[in-house]
């Protein structure tokens, strides 16, 4: 990473396979716009070449070094009307980022929070945007909006500057207006904006207000648009019902990699009003109800030729198999002698860790509007990278990018699962074909869990040393397929290696919450406790012992002494556990108290204790949902969720055959947020629900001296056998 004045350089991780990957289905605004959408009023447009540097990457699919000129580049619009509104690329997906962003822009613009809008994920009206992963909205949205918001608010006190004939430095803005003390007199930014144009270049150097300074950012804000969502009165996109539309239906090969040997669609095609298109392996229905394109898809008859297919028995055995020796060398990183290290350790241990294939379940499944007009495309979809599936579609299609308009309404949930482009190409292509007529698709929960991707499988293997004073010597770390996020570990050794082995795919792998960080911290987190049972020494005394980060440090001392660690067991059954790590500029501790009922072989977690740090804190309701949320997500995937595959098919394709945390699995929780406004504000949608599965699974140890080395741990099935 290097850093400049206000940025960080962006890398792609290389684990984020989706990047990579090329579309499931191959096919063979001017200004004047602009005033018509929104009216006239001062935009404030920002050059942001560091911004661009920061989201792009020049090789993975979908990211280009797209140019940012004014006409296109606008953040901020402020209106005759007062309303202000703020422009990004980023996608609302339920982690609230609405009422954050519009928080920043009030306090640094200086203008109530209620005459704050947000337009989000609409590539006809924001700037050019990566996507939202990676926990970078935070990161690169809040500093960004607030270099534009201050550039603004110094453009409208030269305005009234200049009216007044007074020098801008005596004026006082705030509270949308302009006020200059001397004289008493006052100016509304309304009046201001008076329907002119303004584009100006955000400067590179600006100065914002700091943390300690906030007045509306940093404080409690209700979620924007909140009644709307509770009243069911919000628009998904599979609400979404323009005029004439048609439904959409794909007709799915029976198993992964299967192609057709033989077609004939006379019988589908003879009915009323249905649209069937074939293109390669592509077949499709739209019809004006759902029950009309099915039974379109019905009449249509279809040899298939499938593949082999591997099973879900032997993945783990298969990733060892076929991985191969990197030559990339981000994948590996050393410091001092592994070999010396090892040599001269009290005690060693050597270990071997997996974690399964599992499935986003969101809860509302893949789903796309589309229209063509004019030789235009709109495609209104949940997705996290607009302008990603904006090229996608171009590129299908053969057609200009600026004849595309991907339009995103808040969506429900995607946990990393709505980077691609599938269910917006495949409503795009039936639209194709309607002369006009707008087409919905929306997924059935099957092809959510069969056609969309998945978080990889992978294998860990990790080896540790330490002295006779429980100092760590030693430490090899190798992940096979699952990624390299999270792979350096934080604590203090001497000597290490890690590698992170890439392995062909075997099922269609993507970005997850937490993605290959949450296996390795598993992994590590499960290590370094079973190091300190070796030493004889307490699980928080070790780490402490062996830290030198005092973020980290932080962290694990607020959780503990919440949690009242060290704790003594009042009865048989009970355990306790503790893990922390630290990812994309954020810190975590959690602690987990579980009880155990050997006679019934059942595991319940009772307790957990989290404290989180990221920086200065903009929104502390919004930031304690992310964690609370995270953390219940996590139990799925430490106790209950794993795909189940064979013969190229999922097995497990439902949520009533696919486990997920259910509200009795919810233990009490309570969530620490540590605020440093000394610290730029990271993101918190992946950190906190890292540490989850290696602290149930420490207390797991402490209560039955049975050490669970897989995810999901499943502890029911270790207390029967």
């Known amino acids: 990473m290097t850093t400049n004045n206000h940025t960080e350089a962006f890398i792609i991780e290389p684990e984020r396979y989706e990047f990579r990957a090329v579309p499931m289905h191959h096919f063979a605004l001017a200004r004047r716009d602009f005033f018509k959408l929104l ?28 140019e940012l000129p004014n006409e296109i580049g606008a953040w901020l619009y402020i209106g005759e009307n007062g309303i202000v509104t703020g422009f990004t690329g980023k996608a609302e997906i339920g982690q609230n980022i609405r009422t954050q962003l519009a928080q920043t822009i009030a306090d640094e613009l200086g203008v109530p929070f209620s005459n704050v809008r947000m337009v989000i994920g609409d590539t006809a009206l924001c700037p050019f945007d990566a996507g939202t992963f990676g926990s970078r909205t935070t ?7 607030r270099r534009a918001s201050a550039a603004a608010r110094n453009a409208l006190v030269e305005m009234a500057a200049k009216q007044w004939s007074v020098p801008a430095d005596r004026l006082v803005a705030a509270d949308g207006k302009v006020t200059d003390p001397a004289s008493h007199r006052v100016v509304h930014y309304s009046d201001l904006a008076g329907g002119n144009f303004l584009a100006q270049a955000v400067p590179a150097h600006i100065t914002c207000r700091p943390a300690s300074e906030w007045t509306i950012a940093g404080k409690p804000v209700p979620k924007v648009n909140a009644r709307e969502f509770v009243t069911g009165k919000h628009q998904y996109t599979t609400d979404l019902r323009p005029e004439a539309m048609l439904y959409g239906k794909i007709l799915r090969p029976p198993s ?65 198999q076929s991985a191969k020796p990197s030559t990339d060398e981000r994948f590996r990183q050393q410091k001092g002698s592994i070999a010396e290290g090892f040599s001269s350790a009290a005690h060693r241990l050597d270990a071997t860790y997996t974690v399964a294939y599992i499935a986003h379940a969101p809860l509302e499944p893949r789903a796309a509007v589309a229209q063509w007009s004019d030789g235009k495309l709109t495609v209104w979809m949940g997705t996290q990278r607009p302008f990603a599936v904006r090229d996608d579609l171009a590129s299908e299609f053969h057609i200009s990018e600026k004849k595309v308009r991907v339009i995103v309404p808040d969506t429900g949930s995607a946990y990393g699962g709505k980077h691609t482009s599938d269910a917006g190409l495949e409503a795009a292509r039936l639209a194709r074909e309607t002369n006009g007529r707008p087409v919905k698709l929306v997924w059935t929960r099957h092809e959510e869990f069969t056609w969309g991707y998945f978080r990889p499988a992978g294998v860990i293997d990790v080896k540790g040393g330490i002295d006779a004073d429980s100092k760590l010597l030693a430490w090899e770390h190798h992940n096979y397929h699952s990624g390299m996020s999270g792979i350096e570990t934080p604590y203090a050794v001497p000597n290490q290696y890690s590698e992170y082995h890439p392995v062909p795919l075997v099922l269609r792998s993507g970005s997850y919450r937490g993605l290959a960080a949450t296996a390795n911290h598993f992994a590590r987190e499960t290590h370094m ?115 189940e595959f064979e013969h190229g098919q999922i097995k497990n394709s439902h949520f009533a055959s696919y486990r997920l945390p259910r509200f009795r699995d919810v233990p009490e929780i309570d969530a620490i947020l540590l605020d440093r406004k000394d610290i730029a504000s990271a993101g918190a949608g992946e950190t906190p629900i890292m540490a989850i599965a290696p602290s149930i699974g420490n207390a797991f140890f402490d209560a039955t001296q049975v050490r669970l080395t897989d995810l999901p741990l499943r502890p029911e099935q270790s207390l029967k056998s």
């Not at 739209?286 to 009449?299: F, G, H, I, V």
């Not at 082999?308 to 060892?320: C, D, G, P, V």
């Open 39 to 66: 009216g006239a009023g001062i935009a404030v447009f920002a050059v942001a070449r560091d911004l661009l540097a920061q989201e792009t990457a020049p090789s993975p699919q979908g990211f280009h070094n797209e």
């Open 139 to 145: 990161a690169t949205m809040t500093p960004q909006f």
């Open 256 to 320: 992964f990699g299967a192609t057709i040997v033989s077609y004939e669609d006379s019988a589908a095609k003879a009915a009323t009003d249905v649209v069937v298109v074939r293109d390669a392996d592509f077949i499709a229905a739209a019809a004006p109800t759902t029950e009309a394109a099915e039974s379109a898809l019905k009449a249509i008859r279809v040899q298939w030729k499938e593949v082999a297919q591997i099973s879900n028995t032997e993945i783990f055995a298969y990733l060892k």
């Open 529 to 643: 406790d079973s190091l300190a049972h070796i030493a004889q020494v307490d699980p928080l005394e070790f780490r402490l012992k062996n830290l030198m980060d005092p973020r980290m440090r932080a962290v694990l001392e607020a959780a503990a002494q919440s949690f009242g660690w060290p704790r003594k067991k009042t009865a048989d059954g009970q355990g306790f556990g503790i893990a922390a790590g630290y990812e994309k500029g954020s810190y975590v501790a959690t602690f987990a108290e579980i009880f155990v009922d050997r006679q019934a072989g059942k595991m319940r977690v009772v307790r957990f204790v989290e404290a989180f740090e990221c920086g200065a804190i903009v929104n502390p309701d919004g930031l304690r949902n992310q964690v609370v949320g995270a953390m219940i997500q996590g139990l799925g995937g430490a106790l209950f969720e794993a795909i």
